[in-house]
């Protein structure tokens, strides 16, 4: 089975700090993405990369940077917390080929007080 | 307008019914259709992939209009532990592009 793990279930920050949120998996995806989940807005993409040291922007990258230095790993950036990116960060891989599945990791409960 | 619309529910329903759910996608190009569940506070997991020609999985089955655009998810003799939301989810011809839906709640009572 494919494994996608986040480093963090529940994380709860400051105004202003700078937090990272890790992404691994273990089945050689080339795509890798940071979605946010909040109430009545749904998933929202906020950068995906389709291979090592590429990224591009998805819908909501305002506030986040990501780094991806290996195939297996994607990390996203908040440089500087702000209470308005207090979500749900759920973290996805897929092989990038036709009719492949999204697979999901368990999802870091974000708190920025 | 969205790319996927959901009627967001709440579905409440006893044990044992049949409950459907519709979604509809708005580009024709879209090539791939899944549909996902995904409990409170948890993240989404796949419960079945959508094929043109429908599928079925024990007490679910799943099923693509093109014409019309959308795709649908039946649950028969439901049971509690089927009560989550299921999120519909379409890639488009575009193999980094996966839309959306925002989700139906459906509720199963004893």
């Known amino acids: 089975d494919v494994k996608v793990t986040q480093s963090s279930r529940y994380l709860v920050k400051r105004t202003g700090e700078k937090v990272f949120l890790e992404c691994v998996q273990d089945m050689d995806h080339e795509n890798m993405f940071w979605y946010r989940q909040d109430p009545g807005l749904g998933l929202r993409l906020i950068y995906f990369s389709y291979d090592v040291k590429m990224k591009e922007k998805g819908d909501i990258p305002e506030g986040y940077s990501v780094s991806r230095e290996k195939k297996e790993r994607f990390s996203l950036i908040l440089e500087s917390a702000s209470t308005n990116q207090t979500s749900m960060y759920l973290c996805?891989?897929?092989?990038?080929?036709?009719?492949?599945?999204?697979?999901f990791g368990s999802g870091t409960q974000l708190s920025v007080l | 307008r969205k790319e996927v619309e959901q009627d967001p529910g709440p579905f409440n329903v006893p044990e044992g019914a049949t409950v459907a759910f519709n979604c509809t996608y708005s580009?024709?190009?879209?090539?791939?259709f899944f549909w996902y569940r995904q409990d409170c506070r948890k993240e989404p997991k796949l419960l079945m992939s959508v094929y043109s020609s429908g599928n079925e999985d024990g007490r679910f089955t799943a099923q693509l209009n093109r014409a019309s655009q959308y795709i649908s998810l039946l649950i028969r003799d439901s049971k509690l532990s089927d009560s989550a939301t299921y999120l519909c989810?379409?890639?488009?011809?575009?193999?980094?592009?996966?839309?959306f839906g925002s989700g139906t709640k459906l509720n199963v009572k004893p």
């Open positions: 580009n024709s190009a879209s090539q791939s």
């Open positions: 989810v379409v890639n488009e011809n575009n193999f980094n592009k996966f839309y």
């Open positions: 996805a891989s897929s092989s990038g080929t036709e009719n492949e599945k999204l697979f």
